[in-house]
């Protein structure tokens, strides 16, 4: 989906366009990606927003921190936006980490949000947070959640299953518990209620 590897059959498309050789440098340009470990660097927390937008404005970052649902912390940081972080951002909660880095990637603009296992190493509280930022992006972005918690996607509008490298099944939360098949297995395996057995 980044366009980072070719695949060795068919083909990725984006809006009815091959992602390869030819496009992939415009098609990274409109995504955002969060993955599950951040790499922020040893400095403030404008430069690591300005390193996914150099131009952005002070408008932009404000905004960006907001749908991200870290403007809160950040207006309570000492120097604020020009508060240094520490390397690899240690002097930040792990929460607070993450919602850096989905603010970088919001100020991308991204046509495409990719989350890889974006809340996977959060307590509850900070989970709930970048749920509530990723809720309020509903219908302006396009979010492909990747995660093994699923609990996290009970929302999506589409979730795909993938099993040993395969496609396995495709539905809606309800349509897959009512198709009984792998996705009821796993959700069992959390300990997620679906019904009867």
Known sequence: VLGLLSPDTGQVLADDVVVGPATVAGWRERIGYV??????????????????WPDASEGELRDA???????????????????????????????????IALARA??????LLVLDEATSALDSENERQIQRAIAKLHG???ILRITHRLSTIRDAD???VVDQGRLVESGTWSGLIR???????????????????
């Not at 470990?37 to 996914?52: G, K, M, P, S, V």
């Not at 403007?71 to 690899?88: M, Y």
């Open 158 to 160: 589409l979730i795909h």
């Open 35 to 52: 993955p599950q470990e951040t790499f922020l660097f040893h400095d403030t927390i404008r430069a690591n927003l300005l390193w996914a």
């Open 140 to 142: 302006s972005v396009t």
């Open 106 to 111: 919001l100020l991308r603009r991204p046509a």
């Open 65 to 99: 921190l907001r749908l991200a649902s870290a403007d809160g912390f950040v207006r309570r940081c000492p120097e604020g936006l020009d508060t240094v972080i520490g390397d690899r951002g240690v002097l930040l909660a792990g929460g607070e980490r993450q919602r």
């Open 179 to 197: 198709a009984n098949g792998r996705f009821v297995q796993l959700c069992r395996a959390q300990r997620i209620p679906v019904g009867p057995r």
